[in-house]
C-alpha cells in the first residue's frame, strides 16, 4: 500500500490550480478582493462595483471627490496589490 503524506491546504489549492491552468484567472480574483484590505473600509463604503477584465481592475465610486483623489493614488494602489499577491496580475485602475 502507497503511504500518502500529509500536505498543507495550500499546496493542495497549488497544485489543482497548476493542472488547471487557471491560477492567473484566480490570481485576477483574488486581487479584486485585496481592493478592501489595501484602501480600508471608509473608502469601501463608497464602492459600488469592483471587478476585472483582463489584467485592469474596474472600480466603481459614488463620490466624486473620493474617484479624484484616488485617481491621484492609481499607481500606489496597484502596486500595493500586486505586493500583497506576490505577482504582477493588475497593471492598470480605472475608477468610474
Not at 502596486?79 to 506576490?86: A, E, L, P, Q, W
Request: hydrophobic content about 35%; overall charge positive.
Amino acid at each position: 500500500m502507497k503511504k500518502i503524506y500529509p500536505r498543507q491546504i495550500k499546496e493542495i489549492i497549488d497544485s489543482i490550480l497548476k493542472d488547471s491552468n487557471d491560477s492567473e484567472n484566480f490570481l485576477r480574483q483574488q486581487a479584486c478582493y485585496m481592493w478592501v484590505e489595501i484602501v480600508g473600509p471608509a473608502v469601501n463604503s463608497h464602492t459600488t462595483r469592483r471587478y476585472v477584465d483582463g489584467t485592469v481592475l474596474h472600480v466603481y465610486i459614488n463620490s466624486a471627490s473620493l474617484k479624484n483623489e484616488l485617481s491621484f493614488h492609481r499607481t500606489s494602489i496597484i502596486d500595493r496589490i500586486n505586493k500583497s499577491i506576490g505577482k504582477t496580475v493588475l497593471t492598470e485602475l480605472v475608477i468610474h
